[in-house]
Structures are given as C-alpha cells and as structure tokens.
C-alpha cells in the first residue's frame, strides 16, 4: 500500500511538471486546440520592428489577438474556407513574400555597410563637388539679336533683374531676377559654365549659345564649395550604397536565372 501511494505521488509529479511545460510552450487553448506561444512571439518581433516598445500593456494585446486569430480561423476553417483555391493562391503569394523578404535580410546583414564604406563614397563625393562654387545670373532668349539688344540696354544703364524678369524664358530663375543661386559649373551646359568661370565678380558676358537659347550671364559672387560635413549625410550615404547592393544582388539573381 505505501509503495503504491509513492508510485502515485510519483506520477502526479511528472504530469504537473507536464503540463507546466505545455502551459509555458501554448499561450491559451481554444476549443481544445492548442495555441503555441510562437505565435505570440512572432507578432511581438514584428510589432518591436515597427519600432513600437513591447510593454506589458502590449504583451497583454498581442496574446488576445493572437486567441482572437485562431478563434476566428477555427471558424474559417469549419466553414471550409481553407479549401477554396483563391485561399490557397493567397496562402503561396505570402509564402513568397516571407521567404524573399528573409532572403533580402541576410543579404543585408551579410553585405552589410560599413564605415569605410560609407566614407569611402563621401570622398568620392568630395572630389567630384569640390572647389570653387558660383553664384550667377542670366537672361534667356532665343536669338542672338534679342541678346544683343538686351546687352545694349544693359550697358545704357538697365538694371539686369528687371530685364530678367520681363524677358528671360527661363521661369524659374526669370521670376527671381535670373537668380541661379550657388552651383557647381558643373551644374550647368558646358558653353554656360565655360564662358561663367572666366568672368569676374559683377561682370556681364557677351551672348552665349547653348541647346536652349542664348544666355547673357552676370557673376555676381565665388567662393569654395560648401560641402555638408560627413557626419551629417552618412545615414543618407550608408541607406543609398545598401540600395544600391540590393538592386545589385537582384539583378545578379535575374541574370543566373533559367527563364523559359
């Protein structure tokens, strides 16, 4: 008799440390089924990527959807709705969006950004920005006569911002005087920038062809290139270089493939 009652004792030990596992491996049973907590910890991951802070409050709202979720599907499914083809054509649609979008993580962790990298390109940036930048204006028309006439009326005295603004074609920088701001020379055609960098500051160039018309140019200021500091364009650098790997990694892809 008391070695049964040991033997009992026994068993009940087992079955409680059982069903204590099965509690911490199910978040809830609905209608007899279990609900494994992975369900709950995946859909905590993707709240936490949305950069929404996984608090008690929120744990507590993603266990209730996630008894929601299959309350609803026990439903969908006694109803025989998991057996319809356009459920099953939607049912491979998701499986390819999860399976690409883990294929393009680990591209990224492993084709990762670095700091020198990054740095890497904002030389290059450097080099090819640097050096002296120009602050101009011009008049646009289309024939050589307009421009001439519109250097006459300049060296009678016409002020260059009225003329711009009556007769320049071009609207954007017409409306402001034929104010162009601070660039690069090579920011503009080649003959505009050629005939620009020559000039010194106040001076008025004879008329200059170009694809779009002839242009009186006024320098009106140089200085040395402003270039943003490193540190304040490296999120934007190290987001377009992985942009560029990625759009890389799937063209390579699109190569190799076989498609018939």
């Not at 929404?52 to 209730?64: S, Y």
């Not at 390109?121 to 050096?131: I, L, P, Q």
């Not at 694809?211 to 290139?225: K, S």
Request: glycine content about 6%.
């Amino acid at each position: 008799m008391k070695k049964q009652m040991i033997w009992t004792a026994v068993a009940a030990a087992v079955f409680a440390t059982l069903s204590i596992s099965a509690v911490a491996q199910n978040i809830a049973i609905v209608n007899g089924k279990a609900v494994p907590t992975s369900r709950a910890e995946a859909l905590k991951q993707q709240v936490a990527r949305s950069g929404r802070p996984i608090t008690p409050e929120v744990e507590g709202q993603i266990k209730e959807e996630v008894i929601a979720r299959e309350i609803f599907m026990q439903e969908a499914q006694k109803r025989g709705l998991d057996a319809t083809e356009d459920y099953k054509a939607q049912i491979e649609l998701a499986r390819q969006t999860i399976l690409i979008r883990e294929l393009f993580a680990e591209f990224q962790q492993t084709a990762a950004v670095t700091d020198a990298d990054v740095q890497a390109e904002y030389d290059k940036f450097v080099a090819a920005n640097g050096g002296k930048e120009y602050r101009a204006r011009h008049i646009l028309v289309e024939t050589q006569a307009q421009a001439e006439a519109i250097l006459a009326s300049l060296k009678k005295g016409g002020k260059f911002e009225d003329i711009a603004k009556k007769q320049s074609k071009d609207p954007g920088s017409g409306a402001n005087g034929g104010d162009l701001d601070w660039a690069a020379p090579g920011n503009y055609v080649k003959e505009f920038s050629d005939a620009m960098v020559v000039l010194n500051k106040g001076q008025v160039s004879a008329p200059v062809q170009s694809q779009f018309g002839f242009h009186i140019i006024r320098l009106d200021d140089v200085r040395e290139a402003q270039l943003p500091k490193l540190e304040d364009v490296k999120p934007q650098i190290a987001q377009q270089l992985q942009q560029q790997r990625m759009a890389a990694f799937q063209q390579e892809l699109r190569a190799k493939a076989k498609v018939e």
